[in-house]
């Protein structure tokens, strides 16, 4: 049975997969996890937002792995807690594998998380390669082999990802035909050259193999993006809106008369959304949401999209109906996050009109300037 200590004694794998909002990274880095464990290695999870109530941390506890949630900031401004999430799960579980899950709109992670990691914290830490996963759909559109959504400076963030990944893989591989996956397999290797390119459908669960079997066997030999404008990257960022929400749904019945529908009245509460989006014009660069049971966080619902031409697609469905539901929403999308908290509200009563419901938490804003805690552009 393989295991990291064969060839690590003593340090955990830490393994990051980055990629744009959407791409399905968090599928992606459960398929990871059940991998690993399934060859006989302990794993933890670390997510990362701007703002808190992840859909990527209630997802990973439903599947019972071990993670820490870092929020308030992405992992290169939030470097310390990166470490002291590791640290966490090291008393906790003692992992030999560290998965990380950055947030969807940030770069520059080579030369801000992984050899700061490789260079601080050595005798810690082996550092995996770097991988990016793309949506192909969305990568068409940025790469000019489709008709462009997303504004020119939110597309810089995109390709600024592609540039630094020693593994870029292309999910949702079923989306595009062998033809046009050959020309965006082309177009991703004029971006980086050096990259390996894989093909994969997270979803369906083919053409992992490889790629988890890089992550377990290589380490990162990437150095830091040669050129990256902060100016810049901070305008895409904060041309996107974000909103994070918890709602409280239904009531205690002892005759279940009140009982619901989670997974049709999740599937409704995003198509509302997209709905309001579209009618403005906004594009939508990720929005998903979970429903789960009232004090059982391992049975929920699971829905998202990734444009706004998009239909809300369920990849967790509850068995049975619910009386008390706690649904959360993470929105990101090129719109005024003030349109973002409208168009919330608006769904969540139009849709569970005739249940109760309190909106226990909500916060919408654009993303801050990055300010990294270390950059370091090579390795020595």
């Known amino acids: 049975m393989t295991t990291v200590e064969t060839h690590d004694v003593g340090k955990s794998r830490y393994i990051m997969v980055g990629g744009f909002l959407g791409a399905g990274k968090t599928t992606s880095i459960l398929q990871l996890a059940e991998w690993l464990t399934a060859r006989g290695l302990r794993v933890g999870l670390i997510t990362n937002d701007q703002g808190g109530g992840l859909v990527d941390t209630a997802l990973a506890a439903a599947h019972r792995m071990p993670v ?3 929020v308030g900031g992405c992992f290169c401004c939030r470097f310390t807690s990166l470490v002291e999430a590791a640290e966490s799960l090291a008393r906790e579980t003692a992992p030999d594998v560290l998965i990380a899950e950055p947030v969807g709109s940030c770069t520059d992670l080579v ?20 991988s990016v996963v793309v949506d192909p759909l969305r990568a068409e559109r940025v790469l000019g082999l489709a008709a462009a959504r997303l504004s020119e400076h939110v597309a810089y963030i995109y390709r600024k990802q592609l540039e630094e990944a020693e593994i870029i893989v292309i999910n949702k591989c079923d989306l ?15 971006v980086n050259p050096g990259a390996t390119i894989l093909e994969c459908s997270a979803r369906e669960g083919t053409g992992l193999d490889p790629w988890f079997a890089h992550l377990l066997a290589d380490t990162s030999q990437a150095s830091a993006i040669s050129e990256i404008d902060y100016d810049r990257y901070a305008l895409g960022e904060s041309l996107l809106g974000w ?13 279940g008369d009140a009982d619901f529908d989670g997974n049709e009245l999740l599937v409704a509460i995003l198509s509302h959304i997209r709905g309001s989006l579209a009618a403005s014009g906004h594009e939508i660069a990720h929005l998903k949401g979970t429903l789960s049971i009232e004090g059982d966080p391992y049975e929920l619902a699971a829905a998202n999209l990734v444009r706004t031409a998009d239909a809300p697609v369920l990849s967790h469905r509850l068995a049975e109906p619910v009386d008390i ?3 959360l929403v993470n929105l990101r999308a090129e719109a005024d996050p003030a349109d973002l908290e409208q168009a919330l509200r608006a769904a969540v ?20 300037r ?7 552009p090579s390795r020595l």
Do not use: W
Request: aromatic share 4%.
């Open 68 to 70: 820490e949630e870092i």
């Open 111 to 130: 030369a801000t998380v992984s050899l700061p990691l490789e260079q601080i914290y050595g005798e810690r830490f082996v550092v995996a390669p770097m």
């Open 176 to 190: 595009v035909d062998a033809a046009r996956r050959e020309r965006l397999t082309a177009a991703l290797a004029a």
């Open 243 to 255: 909103l994070n929400a918890e709602v409280k749904i239904g009531e205690a019945d002892a005759d």
């Open 325 to 327: 539901g706690r649904l």
């Open 349 to 368: 009563s139009a849709c569970a009109a005739g249940l109760p419901h309190e909106i226990l938490h909500l916060e919408h804003f654009r993303p801050g």
């Open 370 to 376: 990055p300010v990294p805690t270390h950059r370091i």
